[in-house]
């Protein structure tokens, strides 16, 4: 009698390798379990006293596409992240801390017997009510877009966030690069696209400027550097060469003249092309690809700068900038096709020869941030929070609404939905405080990383919020209040609206997905080694 081993359920229905887990073992405990792993990696990087991990960030975004992240319930919340950043361009460490502790306060509930099902409606409700009672906690809108004082007001704690200590300095160049790009009577059409950054080592953080234009990391190709004048432009997405064919081809000379009469059509038709180019008033070239040596002799006999752009995005956005547009062919442009720029000039910066193109109108089509610091990654970090700056602008011209922040939003909402909370019958009320304690993780995590007790601090927190002139009373994370107390009204700590609100829906809803599911089944992981996430090396522009 042959001996019959036990197999796993499902066994003949799937792949060998995968994993299954069911409810009955557990599964809604080991998900709330791995979500609370990866939300205690990001914790300690809330607030301007965070701190910072492995990667020398303290950006959660950037955490998270670092890290391979293969458990389903976890890839939730990371995609719920990951969303956050896409619609609001910040808050996205909010909705991972928010997220986690929704599930880790639900493991309570499951442990007294509750259902899932009962706790997401709990949940759900609490969630309406909280993002009603949000409606009324504002302490301001801005109305006027193009004061910088306003501008301050949302850039600063943002920054703040990342940058502690430089937030001042950077908001004042975000501040300044936005103004250059914003459009006066309709601030809608705001880009964030329009602000670009580019990173020079050397110096300091204090040597940074806005420049008015676009900034290329490499000089013209041929002599002519400056042009000081304003100029027409042409930009070619091809190569600017004579196009060679793939096949080889063989050629027998006899004699010297046969030499010398080879490569004569090919400078003729070469003289021929960038003459009629210069004749069509164009005195810049920008290439695609690259520009061959021939043709480079004839640009400058000319008098005509050249400049290589590998980037397709570059492309696109000098494009924008000149008014022109991108020819997949080599020839002298029509007059609609042809752009204009201002000035172009090569300056050094730090050891660095760049090339800038410079506009001299009060509204640009493109400001660049040009930014200085000793490291790669203190530059990397310094790039994160000026686009988290420059995302905030975008959110404040869709909802211009300001919540008071360092944690007094979420101790208003701790005190205001525990109340209802109370007022609701049955198991529900149960989820519903849960769902409202779920909130002191933020004032709590900000008093522990500025060095606080929260069991002192905490406390003082909800009895001014039990008042009802506490509203606008945060964490003090300088110690410059004995109580670690203060009105965040007299810093000018503000949160975004829209994008708490945002926040506050997405947390919950990956909490209650990953509630609801009762089984999970993970294939087999394909083998093979993995492409590495990180950019190419040598690409300054990473975030194309």
Request: charged fraction near 25%.
């Amino acid at each position: 009698m042959s001996l019959r081993l036990p197999q796993a359920p499902n066994a003949g229905l799937f792949k060998q390798g995968y994993t299954s887990q069911s409810n009955a073992d557990g599964a809604v405990n080991r998900n709330i379990a791995a979500c609370r792993e990866i939300t205690n990696m990001v914790l300690s990087s809330i607030g301007p006293c965070d701190l910072q991990k492995v990667f020398i960030t303290n950006d959660a975004a950037t955490m998270l596409h670092e890290l391979d992240v293969v458990h389903p319930a976890v890839k939730l919340l990371v995609m719920a992240s990951e969303q956050q950043e896409l619609e609001m361009g910040d808050g996205t460490n909010l909705v991972l801390v928010l997220a986690g502790e929704f599930l880790n306060v639900s493991e309570k509930l499951l442990t007294l017997g509750l259902n899932p099902t009962e706790i997401i409606q709990g949940y759900q409700l609490a969630s309406k009510f909280a993002l009603q009672t949000i409606e009324e906690l504002s302490v301001g809108e801005i109305d006027d877009l193009l004061s910088v004082e306003n501008l301050k007001k949302v850039i600063k704690p943002v920054i703040a966030s990342k940058q502690y200590g430089s937030e001042d300095f950077i908001s004042d160049l975000v501040s300044e690069a936005v103004l250059n790009v914003l459009p006066p009577k309709n601030t809608k059409q705001f880009n964030v696209d329009s602000v670009r950054v580019v990173k020079i080592m050397g110096s300091s953080l204090e040597n940074s400027q806005v420049i008015k234009g676009m900034v290329f990391p490499n000089q013209p190709e041929g002599h002519i550097k400056n042009l000081k004048t304003r100029s027409k432009v042409v930009v070619f997405t091809s190569p600017f060469d004579i196009s060679q064919t793939e096949t080889k081809g063989t050629v027998l000379l006899h004699n010297a003249q046969e030499m010398l009469d080879f490569s004569k059509g090919e400078e003729a038709q070469l003289d021929q092309l960038v003459k009629e180019i210069y004749d069509s008033g164009v005195r810049v070239v920008i290439a695609g690809s690259g520009v061959g040596e021939l043709a480079q002799h004839y640009l400058d006999r000319y008098g005509i700068l050249t400049l290589k752009v590998s980037s397709k995005f570059d492309l696109r956005r000098i494009c924008r900038v000149c008014g022109a547009t991108p020819l997949p062919r080599l020839g002298a442009p029509m007059p609609e096709e042809m752009g204009d720029i201002d000035i172009i000039e090569t300056k050094e910066i730090g050891g660095d020869r760049v090339t800038i193109f410079r506009q001299e109108d009060d509204i640009t089509r493109t400001s660049t941030i040009v930014i200085r610091g000793a490291t790669k990654n203190s530059l990397d970090d310094i790039e994160r929070a000026i686009d988290d700056g420059v995302a905030a602008i975008k959110g404040l011209t869709q909802d211009g609404r300001l919540l008071p922040g360092a944690g007094a939003v979420e101790a208003e909402l701790v005190h205001r939905i525990t109340q209802y909370g109370e007022r609701t019958p049955g198991l529900l009320q149960l989820a519903i405080k849960q769902y409202a304690n779920a909130f002191e993780v933020i004032p709590r995590t900000l008093a522990e990383t500025s060095g606080l007790d929260p069991t002192e601090v905490l406390p003082r927190l909800y009895s001014k919020h039990s008042t009802p002139e506490g509203l606008s009373f945060g964490i003090d994370i300088d110690g410059d209040s004995s109580n670690g107390v203060k009105d965040i009204n007299d810093e000018g700590i503000y949160d975004l609206f829209s994008a708490k609100k945002f926040a506050i829906a997405a947390a919950t809803e990956a909490a209650t997905t990953v509630l609801s599911v009762d089984q999970i089944i993970m294939a087999k992981r394909a083998g093979g080694p993995q492409v590495p996430k990180q950019p190419r090396p040598g690409n300054w522009d990473q975030a194309d």
